[in-house]
């Protein structure tokens, strides 16, 4: 069933009806346009009504079938596309509604993006038009099997052959492996595949090559190419869809122009020249995902919170001492202050994951004109987001599971394959622990710049302000006053920049520099989060500074905002309290008024889970059902599970029967 469809029985109905905003303008604050609303909602129900893209059935599926399973319905996919003269917006959410991990999401997402920003224009030209129109199919094989996080210490070696203008490829041992790649198991024919360049006998780090790895005729390894898939993963059905890889040369030859060489190049002679840009460019396509991985962190907390939201407002338990009917679950203050805090960061990290796309395309033009200045601030901004956001997602889908109660473990409720699909997010694209100690180093850089008097720019501009915010003292003296976008802000700044400061501190008091950063690296770690949830803060508040059409919609919007601020400030009280940002009653405040703003949120929060404008087949789950039927549905799915083919199950002759009549025969003795 979808949402609103004509004819049904809407459970939730009286939820509904306490909303206190326009529901259709909060979809378009949400989706960012009109537009993006139609296109996205035409995509979802086009996925939704085609049966090559069901998925209720997928947990159950062994891994042959379902990776099977994957093919088929991305080569249904491309077909539709085709067929339907998709634009590149319509195919992508085309794409993402069939929400099936596939090797199309690393052609697309990693394949097609590091030619784009690693090839010269000729190797586009070349390139580009066959993964375009899927006559190759291309992986990012960057990892090794001995190192992941460390790309400079990866140890495939492309050599420069003169006599034969060729690179030799080759995996000199066991570690140097690729291991990991989406898309390289069984389904690649190309990939883009790091190692480390030597030429005249001297090695030059690491470079991109476009390599040929399955025949175009038949799908074999070409020779000297060993290949094959690394093997179950977490979870069922989840990210088992995907063939991550593993891959070995011995020795394979490619041409020389098949080196991406929009960076550096290798002449037919064998010379090393690298162009006058920052080597870090190399990481550009990392950059890229992680970008686009905040956006999909909202969308993945949005799934769960939408489904434990609509559960908890269908779900009872429980009732008045005085008899009467039972309670929904979602009037409970502690499930609301579990579950609101999450439907709140759900739509902290669409708006940040929307400024952040408008910040990696406005650095990509910089770029082009050769300005470098904002490389800094994109690293650090798209590695600090992606860690943040894909962390507390993870965290919130297993809270989301935790407040459906025991039916949240059920596969049925999609809360368990959403969170091992979405757990690996922590991992991929730079776990978040280096990634965090990246922004660390950058903000560390940054504190000791101050002294000299080199203002930091963009999103560390506040840190300029070190005279104010290392002395400011936190104006608050009711609970309301917590609604004050600049307190709000203040607090968040002083804290970051204190933290960020009396870390500094304490790494100049090691012996050396390097000693400083390795002992004190937790607190790196705190430094970093520290700074950017002021990011998403700041820009949630920016957000709701803006104009935004609907009756009720920007003060729902301003109410998430707060909650999203004061839940941190609740959560990270130690932080400020140490950094004397606030005092312990200004904390104790900030906690009172947190409680109000879930008292507001409460009659509104099964609209603003609608706002997401998921479809039930999107959503996958019993539980989110947007008519919040549950119980029929829950109780049907069960009889699907294979399990229940027969009364009787497979074994009973062999392991159930002979126990049973033993039993009978010792009860007799
Ligand atoms: C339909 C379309 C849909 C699209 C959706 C996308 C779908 C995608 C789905 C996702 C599927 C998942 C697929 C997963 C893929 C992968 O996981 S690919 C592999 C990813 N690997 C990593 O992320 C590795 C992480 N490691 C690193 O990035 C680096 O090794 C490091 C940790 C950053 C360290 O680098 P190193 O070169 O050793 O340098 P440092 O000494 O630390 O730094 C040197 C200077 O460089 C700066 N810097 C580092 N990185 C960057 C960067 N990316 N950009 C710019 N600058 C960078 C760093 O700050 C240092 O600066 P200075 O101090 O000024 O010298
Ligand atoms: C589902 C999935 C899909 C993937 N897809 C691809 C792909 O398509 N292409 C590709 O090339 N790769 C891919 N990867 C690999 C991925 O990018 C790496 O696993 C990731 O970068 C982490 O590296 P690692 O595995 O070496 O972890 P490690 O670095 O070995 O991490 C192990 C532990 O060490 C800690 N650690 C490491 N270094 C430091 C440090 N300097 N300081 C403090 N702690 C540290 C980490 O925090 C972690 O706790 C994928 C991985 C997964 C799980």
Redesign the pocket.
Known sequence: MEAGGAGEVDHLAGERATAQFDVDHMKVAWAGSRHAVDVADRMARLVASDPVFRKDNRTMLPRKELFKDTLRKAAHAWKRIVELRLTEEEANLLRLYVDQPGYVD?HWG?FVPAIKGQGTEEQQKKWLPLAYKFQIIG?????ELG????VQGLETTATFDPKTDEFVMHSPTLTSS?W????LGKASTHAVVYARLITEGKDYGIHGFIVQLRSLEDHSPLPGVTLGDIGG?FGSGA?NS?D?GVLRFDHVRIPRDQMLMRLSQVTKEGKYVHSNVPKQLLYGTMVFVRQTIVADASKALSRATCIAVRYSAMRKQFGPQTGGPETQVLNYKTQQSRLFPLLASAYAFRFVGEWLKWLYTDVTHKLEAKDFSTLQEAHACTAGLKAVTTSATADGIEECRKLCGGHGYLNSSGLPELFATYV?AC?????N??LL?QVARILMKTVSQLASGKQPVGTMAYMGNVQYLMQCKCGVNTAEDWLSPAAIREVFEARALRMAVNCAQNINRAPSQEEGLYEL?PDLLEVAVAHIQLIIVTKFIEKVEQDIPGEGVKEQLRNLCNVYALYLVHKHLGDFLSTGCMTARQGALANQQLGKLYAQLRPNAVALVDAFNYTDHYLGSVLGRYDGNVYPALYDEAWKDPLNDSPVPDGYREHLRPLLKQQLKLSRL
């Open positions: 690393l990693m992986c990012y094989a960057q990892t190192h992941g996080s460390n690729k990991w790649p989406g898309g993963k990210y995907m991550n690996p991992t991929y694209e730079g776990d622990v280096v100690l690296s």
